[in-house]
């Protein structure tokens, strides 16, 4: 079986934890890493608070394979992405002297001012490797497992669609809907006991309200194709066998 491979995103802004951006970048990434065989275990939204974004980051990449960092990378005061994965790794934030001339080049060319405040966004820690921005110009960045880029959703699926290709994957999950009209309560108990046995699964039951009655659907996901029909073997045999006083006790 291939190796397991895992990441993590952080969500920096607070405009993200106040409600008045609405995220859609956490969707996004979860697509596009599930279907290279990547699995997504945490995603946190954190403040633009330094601290907190370096614990974040040193807390998720000690533990995946990659962590992805989007927000705070703009030309605003509040903008301190690139100082905290700075502080996190223990190295020196400046200019970043290709950064810089790509973006000075950028309003050059628009005969716009190349102003303090936007020439923040050539600033990244020592050593990072540019993230190609094909829309904004303004890089994003790597260092060692940790991938920043830009909050603004297109920007972010632009710099990921350049990233996804260099990422190394793993074995693909593979997944089989076992749908059922038994509710939860009557298939809690098998099913843990049929997760048990199939530890090469995930298993979970969601809960369905359509027309006026309750039903469940069950998902068996793995990455082995015989165990994951082993497990819904299981389930399907487990269905057949529950008496219909159970199923009449939800």
């Known amino acids: 079986m291939s190796e397991l491979v895992t990441a993590a995103m952080v969500v920096i802004g607070d405009e993200i934890l ?21 699995d997504l275990k945490e995603v946190r939204i954190v403040s633009d608070d330094e601290a907190a ?11 995946n394979t990659y962590v992805f960092t989007t927000g705070g990378i703009g030309p605003t005061h509040d903008d301190i992405t690139a100082d905290s994965i700075a502080r996190a790794f223990a190295r020196p934030c400046n200019y970043d002297d290709m950064a810089y001339s790509l973006l000075e080049k950028h309003y050059a060319s628009r005969d716009i001012e ?29 260092v060692e497992n940790v991938y920043v880029m830009a909050g603004v959703p297109a920007i972010f699926q632009a710099m990921l669609d350049n990233v996804i290709p260099t990422l190394k994957t793993g074995a693909k999950l593979i997944s089989e809907t076992v749908p059922s009209s038994l509710p939860e309560g009557a298939i809690g108990g098998p099913l843990g006991e049929i997760q048990a046995a199939h530890p090469e699964t995930i298993i979970g039951s969601y809960p369905k309200y359509q027309d006026g009655s309750f039903w469940t659907e069950i998902v068996v996901r793995s990455r082995s194709k015989a165990a994951l029909e082993e497990a819904v073997v299981a ?11 159970q199923v009449a006790k939800g």
């Open 114 to 142: 190349f102003s303090d405040a936007r020439k923040r966004m050539a600033r990244m820690p020592e050593g990072a490797e540019h993230i190609d921005n094909p829309i904004s110009i303004a890089p994003g960045f790597r």
């Open 235 to 245: 389930i399907r045999s487990m269905l057949e066998d529950i008496p219909p006083r």
């Open 18 to 38: 106040s409600g008045r951006t609405k995220d859609r970048n956490i969707g996004h990434l979860a697509d596009m890493l599930t279907a290279v065989g990547i």
């Open 53 to 63: 974004i370096v614990e974040a980051v040193n807390a998720l990449r000690a533990r």
